[in-house]
């Protein structure tokens, strides 16, 4: 393998050093590994910035991806060097999208035989990147709640709690929204119906493997999108249960489509991209850039 820069994030979701440090030891049966922790943008543009030609591999999550992805894409060198995902986040949806092991040494071990896989990247219309999924609606504010309790629980290890515990309170006072969708520029949801949740998935699941876009593939080129109408009690209930078996999307007020733009507009709503919150918002695009960068992927 080629030498490594291994980048860590102080503030990971489920990470710890143990995990990191039994993957580093594997990498390094099969190239030059150095580590690099980073705790905030300004640090990890100085580790990108003495990268050089090395590979890089990011221990951690969703969101640790994300970060590097999004500093790349900011740089113009997304697509100068593979990519490597050692999980030790949370959640770790897009390893589990991919087929990456969730065990960190056994990633570590699968990163020397992987190949390079082309991977899609949705981009707004203020250059913010999503590497895995993003949704607007209940699913965003269960994530706002859950960033609260992942951070308070994190530190006792029981930062996958927050995802449910986010998703009960949302579940409690639910928020409808009036939106209209529209997909490579024609309206698929107008503002006549109450919205309970829309995904964007570049990725299938969110929150730990929970597949909102089961059908999304981060190589096909295109975003797989799920509108959710579920707004009676019953209904929500039925949703919820659904949801968690990955086959909402056969019920009859869930709404699947595909495209390679989309837009979300109306009434103020808040956006979960691979778990950063923002908002409110009245009006969001995003676009799919097909194979934006490579990760490495085993065969």
């Not at 949370?90 to 699968?110: C, I, K, M, S, Y």
């Not at 035989?113 to 609606?137: C, I, K, R, Y």
């Not at 290890?157 to 529209?182: K, W």
């Not at 659904?242 to 733009?261: A, E, M, N, P």
């Amino acid at each position: 393998m080629d030498p490594i820069l291994l980048i860590t994030h102080a503030h990971a979701g489920g990470g710890d050093d143990r995990s990191v440090e039994e993957a580093t030891s594997v990498l390094r049966e099969h190239a030059d590994v150095e580590v690099c922790q980073t705790t905030n943008p300004g640090e990890l543009d100085g580790v990108l910035q003495r990268a050089g030609r090395r590979t890089l591999v990011v221990a951690g999550g969703d969101g640790s991806l994300h970060a590097v992805v999004a500093a790349l894409h900011r740089r113009n060198e997304l697509g100068a060097q593979p990519l490597g995902l050692i999980p030790v986040g949370t959640g770790n949806d897009f390893a589990r999208t991919v087929g990456l092991p969730l065990d960190p040494a056994e990633a570590a071990h699968a990163l020397a035989t992987a190949a390079p896989t082309p991977m899609d990247l949705l981009v707004d219309e203020l250059g913010e990147v999503v590497v895995n999924n993003v949704h607007v609606g209940t699913g965003a504010q269960a994530s706002r709640h859950g960033a609260t309790w992942k951070e308070r629980l994190g530190p006792l290890g029981l930062g996958l709690v927050g995802y449910p515990l986010g998703a009960a309170m949302a579940a409690v006072r639910p928020s409808f929204l009036r939106l209209r969708v529209e997909i490579d520029g024609a309206t698929v949801v107008d503002m006549d119906r109450q919205v309970l949740m829309v995904a964007v998935g570049n990725g299938a699941s969110i929150g730990g493997g929970t597949e909102v876009t089961p059908g999304a593939d981060p190589s096909d080129g295109a975003a797989d999108v799920m509108v959710s109408f579920a707004t009676g009690p019953l209904d929500r209930l039925g949703y919820a249960l659904r949801l968690g078996r990955g086959d909402h999307t056969r019920r009859d007020d869930v709404l699947t489509f595909q495209g390679q733009q989309v837009s979300v507009v109306g009434d103020d709503f808040w956006i979960s991209a691979d778990g950063e919150i923002s908002g409110p918002e009245r009006r969001r695009t995003w676009h799919v850039e097909p194979g934006a960068y490579s990760l490495l992927v085993p065969a």
